[in-house]
């Protein structure tokens, strides 16, 4: 507690006029420390220093100012004594959730006193009677109850609706004259008069941890909601870093984890996954993305700065707390623009119901919102609760694993991505986290090794067609990021069709999901539709914006393929300051300094590029991973690369025009009664040939190909443009056949396939031959 001994000192300093103010005082201490750290020391110190963190988080959300902390007590003021008593009600409520499952005996539980009086401000302190009466005031509450002198009773008056307890005058220690003390009666619930009759009766009164109140039944029985007053500070929209939406726009915070487990973290940040998720399916919401919003994980920061740094109106913040079978959401939203709450509810119900209450908090942040959900939205949520819910926790275990990008993390997402389809052989999402865990994987060769691969770009090693395979089992299911993944590995193998109807399909079912709308981009770009792809690239900063990097690349991109290069320039060099360590910005960089004439900076760029490559930077396998489908843009980053000192290849890279593309009828006639001679022309550089020939029906009636194709049941097909081949290992695996012009039978590259792991030519010739 704050000396007065050190107050009678300041008074005998001089005769200069000493600051003072008038304050509103909270001091806090626990109740019962000494008995708890005997009972269990290291305990106890780690629930005081996260519940000191709790206190903390409310008193600067609440305009407050902690001002000392002194082993178990804080110290803190604040200029609004409706906000000092708010804030000390919220901290009470907000604790009493997070210790309930505990017994009596380890509960820690705080004491917190409020005074409204002078004070003498002096170095970044306060001392004096005013905070004196605040410590003695904490004494006489109970164990996580709140007590209040006579001048912030007289104060707060009726302003609050809460009920308090006359203590009456009270002698304490050091304080010369008695003070009048009140109880703040937590445990009350207000219940409303009787409904006029023929009405709808009323839901009792919860004061909660969001401070958000029924005020009364109006005439004709109809509830109205409205906030505290104000406790927080709006945002500033002359300091927003983007411009507000046209749509409500909202950024939900990483929920606290309550449930007392750091074990429980994944859980948590699961819940908080899928609520941005969810509510980024609503077309009529524009949400912030996850990269973007846990950036404030952990962090004690203010609504109003989230607001201003997101360009968001609302903000979503809440907590999990898991305890054995059972689960609580505490969430809240407010309005940034008026620092006001515009609900808060609680939602219990037991591990099985999780589903149920994301849904819950979603449909609630929509109404409150007024949005309007089409058919397809609503029916989105149809079906999860059909979902094995064992196999959801272990899911979130692994998309955990899967966000910390380390190849040990990927190679336990992958354990846990199994061992959730053990529990339910048919959960779509296990199967995409494995599909895109081995895809962010495929050229890291320390994964390579966990994994027990021989090593990037061996036939043996194809994590790139063991991603597709999860892929496909995957399903149709309605998850923008399988649809995003689909989209950049149709790319690759000049499926360019099928790509972009991907990734528009990935937008319309994550309208804010910016995963969704980088991979839009790019297949605008690869397919020389630049000027929209720029129009979107905003959008999708707006959704992330503190991750601009990729955008910001994706924009230079563009605008490198129409020609305008110094704008491309400059766009790529702030991708790169946001994202150093992606080297592969660099390629882009380098092929437009060289287009530019400036030789030496091209090289520099080209050598960052190569040295972020694992091998093969040649010419042929650098275009293969650079999917265009407009040959003029393929052509011109090509011969940059070149000026910029990238090695040519033997064989020159391959670009494929959509109008050179077979349909299924051409396909079928070219095959039938025919052998396909060719070879593997990987980038890399294995230049190993096959033959294979084929009935009247283009079925594989013998070949050497062994590497890729198998014997069995499953027949070749030809559809939608595509051959379909039983591949080893793979099951079915389906190719866009593509004409050569430039091809020659000597050659045997007439025609031309792409893999997710290479490029084929083959031409044909009669069986017979």
Not at 194 to 211: D, E, Q, Y
Not at 418 to 430: I, W
Not at 650 to 662: D, E, I, K
Request: charged letters at 25%; aromatic letters at 8%; glycine letters at 8%.
């Amino acid at each position: 507690m704050p000396s007065r001994q050190r107050d009678q000192g300041i008074f005998a300093m001089g005769t200069e006029p000493l600051e003072r103010k008038l304050a509103a005082i909270l001091y806090a201490d626990i109740a019962g420390y000494s008995r708890l750290t005997g009972a269990d020391e290291e305990g106890t110190h780690r629930a005081l220093s996260a519940y000191l963190d709790t206190l903390t988080t409310s008193i600067e959300r609440h305009n407050g100012k902690v001002l000392h902390y002194a082993g178990d007590a804080v110290l803190a003021e604040f200029a609004s004594v409706i906000n000092a008593l708010t804030c000390a009600v919220v901290i009470q409520r907000d604790l009493r959730a997070r210790s309930e499952h505990l017994s009596e005996q380890r509960k820690v539980q705080f004491r917190i006193g409020i005074n409204l009086g002078d004070v003498i401000v002096d170095r970044n302190e306060i001392y004096g009677d005013g905070v004196n009466v605040a410590a003695r005031l904490e004494n006489l509450a109970e164990p996580g109850g709140i007590c209040i002198s006579e001048a912030v009773h007289s104060a707060i008056g009726n302003k609050l609706p809460l009920n308090y307890q006359s203590l009456g005058e009270q002698r304490v220690k050091n304080i010369a004259e008695p003070v009048r003390a009140y109880r703040v009666r937590l445990e009350d619930e207000a219940v409303p008069t009787a409904a006029p009759a023929g009405t709808r009766s009323r839901r009792r009164l919860v004061i909660a941890s969001a401070a958000v109140v029924v005020l009364g039944v109006m005439a004709g029985g109809v509830a109205w909601l409205k906030p505290w007053p104000p406790t927080i500070e709006p945002a500033s929209k002359q300091r927003m870093t983007l411009a507000l939406s046209d749509k409500p726009s909202i950024a939900v915070l990483p929920f606290a984890n309550m449930s007392g487990d750091a074990e429980q973290e994944y859980f948590t940040d699961g819940m908080t996954d899928d609520l941005i998720t969810d509510l980024s399916k609503v077309s009529g919401l524009f949400v912030i993305a996850r990269n973007s919003v846990f950036t404030y994980k952990g962090k004690p920061v203010k609504i109003s700065q989230v607001a201003e740094e997101l360009g968001v109106r609302y903000v979503l913040e809440g907590s999990v707390r898991r305890v054995g079978d059972k689960v609580r959401i505490n969430a809240q939203l407010i309005d940034g623009n008026t620092g006001g709450h515009v609900w808060a509810e609680r939602y219990d119900g037991s591990l099985g119901d999780v589903f149920s209450l994301q849904d819950k908090v979603t449909r609630r942040i929509v109404a409150a919102l007024r949005v309007q959900l089409t058919p397809q939205e609503q029916a989105l949520a149809t079906g999860r609760d059909k979902i094995n819910v064992a196999a959801y926790d272990t899911f979130l275990k692994g998309w955990a694993h899967l966000l910390r990008k380390t190849p040990e993390d990927a190679v336990q997402a992958i354990a846990f991505f199994k061992q959730a389809l053990e529990l339910d052989p048919n959960y779509s999402r296990a199967y995409a986290g494995l599909a895109q865990t081995y895809w962010n994987n495929s050229l890291n060769a320390k994964f390579h090794q966990l994994t027990g691969g021989l090593g990037v770009g061996t036939l043996v090693d194809w994590n790139d067609l063991t991603a597709w395979e999860f892929l496909q089992k995957a399903g149709d299911k309605p998850l923008s990021q399988a649809r995003a993944l689909a989209a950049r590995m149709l790319q690759r193998q000049r499926r360019f069709d099928e790509a972009m109807r991907e990734a528009r399909q990935a937008v319309a079912l994550g309208p804010s999901d910016p995963t969704a709308y980088d991979a839009l981009i790019e297949n605008l770009i690869y397919a020389g539709e630049a000027e929209e792809a720029i129009r979107l690239v905003d959008r999708s900063i707006g959704l992330d914006p503190n991750f601009p990097g990729e955008k910001l690349f994706l924009k230079g991109l563009a605008y490198y393929t129409m020609g305008r290069l110094e704008e491309a320039l400059s766009s790529i060099e702030r991708a790169r300051t946001h994202n150093p360590k992606r080297t592969r910005y660099a390629a882009i960089q380098a092929a437009t300094l060289a287009e530019l004439g400036r030789a030496e900076e091209a090289k520099v760029a080209f050598e960052e590029y190569r040295s972020g490559l694992t091998i093969f930077a040649t010419l042929n396998w650098t275009m293969f991973y650079w999917p265009f489908e407009d040959v003029k843009s393929a052509e011109r980053l090509a011969k940059g690369l070149l000026k910029a000192g990238m090695i040519d290849s033997t064989r020159h890279y391959y670009a494929v025009s959509p109008q050179n593309r077979l349909r299924s009828d051409q396909i079928k006639a070219l095959l039938a009664n025919k052998t396909m001679i060719g070879a593997d022309r990987s980038p890399y550089g294995s230049e190993g040939e096959f033959e294979v020939t084929r009935d009247q029906n283009a079925q594989v009636v013998s070949q050497d190909f062994v590497t890729y194709f198998r014997e069995g049941t499953t027949k070749t097909r030809v559809k939608n443009d595509l051959l379909c081949d039983p591949w080893q290992a793979f099951g079915d695996y389906c190719v866009a056949i593509y004409r050569n012009p430039d091809g020659t039978p000597e050659q045997k590259d007439e025609y031309i396939f792409f893999t997710l792991v290479g490029v084929f030519t083959f031409s044909v010739f009669d069986s017979a031959s």
